[in-house]
């Protein structure tokens, strides 16, 4: 048995690291079914050997574990803003709707739907992001080169993630 050696550089927050030896072995039992899952998958992408699928496969799964949370997160803290700002507009036609400047109340409901709107779309872009790293992964040539495309598109989500949370954060101030 042959030892490869493979350049890995942060890849999941310090789960691989760069020119690791792959000299742990892993046993576990699957049924012929998904080892025929996993070879089809394989061979459809030109992998070497069943060891590097299944270690592609993980990195697939583990990336989009990481980003799916941070996304979801993003998602909650949008609700959140979004049903505060709700509480602020009862809150305010419920002391003294008589008393209210109709034309205020018109802008601070626009307000808060365009926040909506704008948070949403936010999401929507940050979720079809989500699978740059994954695609980068499944479609490389070499570990090497899934390695590095994955960072490459993982620093593109953590950075629209940062701006996601930014705003979301911008929005709770009003």
Request: hydrophobic letters at 45%; one cysteine or more; a neutral charge.
């Amino acid at each position: 048995m042959s030892t490869v050696f493979v350049k890995f550089t942060n890849f999941a927050q310090g789960l691989i690291v760069a020119d690791e030896l792959k000299d742990q072995r892993v046993v576990t039992m699957m049924s012929p079914s998904e080892l025929d899952l996993i070879d089809e998958w394989m061979f459809k992408l030109r992998i070497r050997s069943r060891g590097e699928a299944i270690r592609r496969l993980c990195q697939i799964g583990i990336r989009a574990d990481e980003n799916v949370r941070s996304v979801w997160k993003l998602s909650e803290k949008a609700f959140t803003n979004r049903a505060d700002d709700a509480k602020v507009m009862v809150a305010l036609l419920g002391e003294d709707p008589d008393g209210l400047d109709v034309e205020d109340v018109r802008l601070l409901a626009a307000d808060i739907i365009k926040s909506a709107m704008d948070d949403q779309m936010a999401l929507n872009e940050a979720i079809m992001h989500l699978s740059e790293p994954i695609v980068a992964i499944r479609n490389a040539k070499s570990a090497d080169v899934a390695i590095a495309d994955a960072e490459k598109a993982t620093e593109r989500l953590t950075k629209m993630i940062a701006e996601l949370k930014a705003k979301a954060n911008k929005g709770k101030k009003r």
